[in-house]
Nanobody
């Protein structure tokens, strides 16, 4: 079992940056691929990006590639999402996830979400 708690959401102007953090608990955290999903207003949840259990490889949705960076610290049990060059379409509730499973992309464990609003 893994519990996830996000922080760092807020309001930012287009072109700005924001860093989200996720604190995890549970012994199995370091064994899972972890990452982030988001849900724009009135739309379904979409995959943002993930990072492998060893932090050896990160992968991203095309819409955020080159702007967002995911990192993790297995000792501290944290997952961070650095978001740069933010756009209005990045607005949504961002969810930290663990045990990402593919095709279609989903996850076994979810945080409660944190709101990110990008003003244009």
């Amino acid at each position: 079992q893994v519990q996830l708690v996000e922080s760092g959401g807020g309001l930012v102007q287009a072109g700005g940056s924001l860093r989200l953090s996720c604190a995890a608990s549970g012994r199995a955290f370091s064994t899972y691929n972890v990452g982030w999903f988001r849900q724009p207003p009135g739309k379904e949840r979409d995959f943002v990006g993930g990072i492998t259990w060893s932090a050896g490889s990160a992968y991203y949705a095309d819409s955020v590639k080159g702007r967002f960076t995911i990192s993790r610290d297995n000792t501290k049990k944290t997952v961070d999402l650095q978001m740069n060059s933010l756009k209005a379409e990045d607005t949504g509730v961002y969810y930290c996830v663990a045990d990402i499973q593919g095709a279609p992309m989903t996850a076994r464990y979810w945080g409660q979400g944190t709101q990110v609003t990008v003003s244009s």
